[in-house]
């Protein structure tokens, strides 16, 4: 069975360009979560999908961030437009009886 | 607000040598309690998970960790490190179910000859 998958492993953009970040998640996983290390820091929740509903969008930094799961099966997180600040390493997370299964994240560096 | 306290960011130690990664938190009550361990270019792995029950907890890769509710720590033990253990180690909590994870900053293991 395959894992997450995050797409791009590593993207660099300018700053006030837009990003998307894909997540496919385990097949039948109704759960989807967002999360983001900044350098140096902890890694910290994003948001919450169950099946294509936002459950908990609380982490979500500011409106330049956008994450659908239309169909609820893949996840587009997208930084419109990327500030310095948003550098760091997005990891999706899937589940569906409580375990989260990480992917192995999308560095993003905005110079 | 719930927290995990990671003290040690890098720790070194001799293949061979026995292992132990701190790890206290703050949170109301019990909460659900996890380690986890990426390896470069490697998504989180689970090594293991306290809900209820025996405070000392097996894992994989000859990973255990001990919950201790008086001094709120979930501190992880390995007796005899390999060199495939250099990682990077988060502690990490949740409120249980489908809940959002709280992270620690993070213990990166080195592991020498």
């Known amino acids: 069975e395959a894992g997450v998958t995050q797409f791009p492993s590593h993207s660099v953009i300018e700053k006030g360009q837009t990003v998307t970040l894909r997540c496919d998640p385990i097949s039948g996983h109704d759960n989807l979560y967002w999360y983001r290390r900044v350098m140096g820091k902890e890694i910290k929740f994003l948001l919450h999908?169950?099946?294509?509903?936002?459950?908990?969008e609380s982490g979500m930094p500011n409106n330049r961030f956008l994450a659908e799961r239309t169909g609820g099966t893949y996840s587009t997180l997208k930084v419109q437009p990327a500030e310095l600040e948003d550098s760091g390493v997005y990891f999706c997370?899937?589940?569906?009886?409580?375990?989260?299964?990480f992917g192995p994240g999308t560095r993003l560096t905005v110079l | 607000a719930q927290s995990v306290t990671q003290p040690d960011i890098h720790i070194t130690v001799s293949e061979g040598a026995s292992l132990e990664l701190r790890c206290n938190y703050s949170?109301?009550?019990?909460?659900?309690l996890f380690w986890y361990v990426q390896s470069p270019g490697q998504g989180l792995q689970l090594l293991l998970k306290?809900?209820?029950?025996?405070?000392l907890v097996q894992g994989i890769k000859g990973f255990e960790a001990e919950f201790k509710r008086s001094q709120s720590s979930f501190n992880l033990r390995k007796p005899s490190v390999h060199w495939s253990d250099a990682a990077e180690y988060f502690c990490?909590?949740?409120?249980?179910?489908?809940?959002?994870?709280?992270f620690g900053i993070g213990t990166k293991l080195q592991v020498i000859p």
């Open positions: 949170y109301g009550a019990t909460p659900y």
């Open positions: 997370a899937s589940s569906q009886r409580g375990e989260q299964f």
């Open positions: 999908f169950v099946k294509e509903s936002k459950q908990d």
């Open positions: 306290y809900f209820s029950g025996d405070t």
């Open positions: 990490a909590l949740s409120n249980g179910g489908y809940q959002k994870v709280t």
